[in-house]
């Protein structure tokens, strides 16, 4: 009889034992695809027996990717279970009822060990819909040696960012001071942000949905970009560069000062550019009583609502974005985490010695306007911006005046149903 027992219970035992492995689904852009794969996804799967991560390859284009999501919710249940998401996509997604509520599995303790602004940007009306995995920031690149060799320190104001830019191009060395992307593009806003901040202003208020783009603040910073055409700084041309056309410049030896990301220190500094080991990083620079200002870029992770493993796809979220697994990945390439200390680690450190810079860089970041019209208030901008750096004969006050009176029609539906609520 105990013979029989024993079997008897290993029989019913059985199904669990060969119960098959839950399935979850993540959608990942090309450019990250091999990686996630290799560094994150097999070692999740070891430890996680129980769970495998059917990982899809996506476009290499960010705003592609989100078409596919939003054609995907809109058409019915998402057949992703984990969602990846811009920095800018939280308030879109939770706004249209997509995302599951995360914010009863996190402690406040547990929150504090990210960078604060990258939780931030996974909220919409008080409640968090994304955790962050990795970041990025805007940075002002500097060459070092020309600087020195000058006598200059590394500029703080925008004052003394066009003074050693003029001084400098005077003597031909460079042929530009300061290179910016203004291109009608997503990029002319992640970079305008930044100006904005460093004179004290400000594009929509998350709380009020106040629109400050046509306020004395904001004129100044497009003012202050037109300076930088009108006076030789910067080249005529850049109101038509993207990222990659204002690096490829600058690792040229072609410009003093470039606004851009964390991405090009591995680049310019690579055996061939004629920069490598010339180059400084810096906070953005500001003028009086604004601040330096680092547009706030990266990706996180979210729960769809429509999963039907939520269980399983919080323990994948949070094996992604543990210190091993964002350690890992930093090591292997080079991308930002979120967690504060790993800027401080000893072998990232090593590896990657601008780092601990970088911290100082993203603590002081901020956020486009975390709203769920952000695509077309973005648009907005990006129109009336770019028409008046390229058209000098357009005036500032007028052009941002309608930009700002558009984007408040826009958010005019949002600020009567938030009142309401």
Not at 112 to 134: C, H, M, T, W
Request: charged share 25%; hydrophobic share 40%; aromatic share 12%.
């Amino acid at each position: 009889m105990l013979v029989a027992s024993v079997l008897l219970s290993q029989f019913w035992a059985l199904p669990a034992l060969t119960q098959p492995p839950v399935q979850l689904t993540l959608l990942m852009g090309a450019g990250e695809f091999a990686y996630w794969q290799e560094l994150l996804v097999k070692n999740f799967e070891l430890e996680n027996p129980d769970i495998q991560i059917e990982l899809i390859e996506g476009p290499l284009n960010s705003d592609l990717t989100e078409d596919l999501y939003t054609s995907a919710f809109i058409l019915g249940d998402s057949p992703y279970d984990l969602i990846n998401m811009d920095v800018i996509w939280a308030p879109k997604f939770a706004a249209a009822g997509w995302l599951l509520d995360l914010s009863d599995r996190v402690s406040k303790e547990y929150l504090n060990e990210f960078l604060d602004k990258a939780v931030d940007s996974g909220r919409y009306q008080g409640k968090l819909y994304r955790i962050p995995f990795r970041s990025d920031g805007g940075i002002l690149y500097y060459r070092q040696d020309l600087l020195e060799q000058a006598g200059f320190q590394e500029p703080k104001t925008f004052e003394q960012l066009v003074n050693i830019s003029q001084q400098l191009q005077e003597n031909h060395d460079p042929k530009w001071g300061y290179l910016w992307q203004g291109r009608q593009y997503e990029g002319l806003s992640a970079m305008f942000v930044e100006i904005l901040a460093g004179f004290g202003g400000f594009w929509v208020d998350p709380e009020t949905l106040e629109v400050g783009l046509d306020k004395p603040e904001a004129i100044k910073a497009v003012e202050f970009l037109r300076s930088t055409i009108k006076q030789g700084i910067s080249p005529p041309g850049v109101t038509t560069y993207q990222e990659e056309e204002t690096r490829l410049l600058f690792q040229n030896g072609d410009a003093v000062f470039l606004r851009n990301w964390p991405y090009v220190w591995s680049l310019a500094n690579q055996e061939g550019s004629k920069v490598k080991g010339k180059i400084g990083i810096s906070p953005m620079v500001h003028g009086p009583g604004g601040k330096a200002g680092a547009c706030l870029g990266g990706w996180g992770l979210g729960i769809a609502k429509s999963s039907k493993h939520p269980e399983e796809a919080w323990r994948a979220i949070e094996y992604f974005t543990s210190d091993k697994a964002q350690r890992r990945y930093t090591l292997e390439t080079g991308y930002l985490p979120t967690r504060r200390k790993l800027f401080a680690d000893p072998d990232i450190v090593a590896k990657y010695p601008h780092y601990p810079k970088l911290l100082e860089v993203l603590e002081g970041a901020v956020l486009r306007p975390p709203v769920p019209q952000y695509s077309q208030v973005s648009d907005i901008l990006q129109r009336y911006l770019n028409a008046v750096l390229t058209n000098p004969k357009l005036s500032a006050e007028k052009m941002m005046k309608a930009a700002a009176d558009q984007t408040r029609r826009l958010l005019s539906v949002e600020f009567r149903m938030k009142n309401e609520e």
